[in-house]
């Protein structure tokens, strides 16, 4: 009697359609926290910009060998919608970076989550929005009374990365009406690699050749980039973009538990409560905010 045929094993893609949408976000928000944790930690040996160059390395390389984007036939339009989000996206990882070097990482996710809030508000336009960014301007208010754990330096490199995610945000749509798929995503990531590129060079020299750094650069890349956004784009298929954007709030208590965890850092009472009002913020904002239009994922 013939035996039954035997089943092939399921896909790696296949395993993550098992898992809840939710969980899946909740495991890329804490990839990134805790490749972000990992990579201060190593700032001792790879500088933060060398460090920034080799994420954004590990992430183009992957997404250009993935996707493999065509180039031709572009107008000048394109190329500067794209390049102009590539900068975005390079801006915002190489100023957060800058900040993490600086102050405490749940206090410089916790600034630089401003920058989507405030697109969310402004965006919305209800005057009831006022809330939120009263709230928001609490936490702000809040980390000022905790100067110990903050330098001017490290406040205005989360700033400057909040900045950069709001356009990040803002110019992900025009990227997405232009380029197919996840081209756009792709080029930014190239674009990032090479203004980087010589800067990181003098600022880590021969550091970089180093197979170590370079395997621990490909580490940071894949906990900061890759693997958050394979699990974030299988949960957007299951799930809106409100909800999504419900749940990417907890990124502040993500990094800040992720600093305790991997750099002992400490937050005060006041900075915790700092954050949650920031939080609570950005998920009212959201919920109240219209249904955003799809849009690629942070890097």
Not at 161 to 178: D, E, F, N, P
């Amino acid at each position: 009697m013939p035996s039954p045929p035997s089943s092939s094993p399921p896909t790696p893609a296949a395993r993550l359609q098992r898992i809840p949408a939710v969980w899946l976000v909740v495991g890329g928000i804490f990839s990134v926290q805790f490749g972000a944790a990992i990579a201060k930690d190593l700032f001792g040996l790879v500088p933060p910009t060398a460090m920034v160059w080799l994420r954004l390395a590990t992430s183009a390389l992957i997404l250009l060998a993935v996707v493999r984007p065509s180039f031709r036939g572009r107008s000048r339009r394109d190329w500067v919608i794209a390049l102009s989000f590539g900068v975005s996206l390079m801006t915002m990882n190489w100023a957060i970076y800058q900040s993490f070097a600086e102050i405490p990482l749940g206090v410089a996710v916790t600034i630089e989550f401003l920058g989507p809030l405030a697109v969310a508000v402004v965006g919305s336009r209800r005057p009831r929005d006022l809330v939120w960014v009263a709230l928001a301007g609490l936490g702000v208010a809040l980390l000022g009374f905790s100067p110990a754990a903050l330098t001017l330096r490290g406040a205005l490199f989360a700033l400057l990365a909040a900045a950069a995610w709001a356009a990040y945000i803002l110019l992900s749509k025009q990227t997405g009406a232009r380029w197919p798929g996840l081209s756009g995503l792709a080029i930014a990531s190239l674009v990032g690699f090479l203004v980087l590129a010589a800067p990181a060079i003098a600022e880590a020299g021969s550091v970089l050749l180093r197979p170590e750094v370079l395997l621990l650069g490909v580490a940071i890349g894949l906990l900061s980039s890759v693997i958050p956004y394979s699990l974030e784009l299988t949960a957007l298929r299951r799930i809106s973009p409100r909800v999504f954007g419900i749940l990417m709030s907890l990124e502040p208590a993500a990094a800040a538990l992720a600093a305790l965890i991997v750099l002992r850092e400490l937050l005060t009472m006041t900075q915790w409560l700092a954050l949650v009002c920031v939080v609570a913020a950005s998920v009212g904002a959201t919920r109240t905010s219209p249904p955003p239009l799809d849009q690629p994922l942070p890097d």
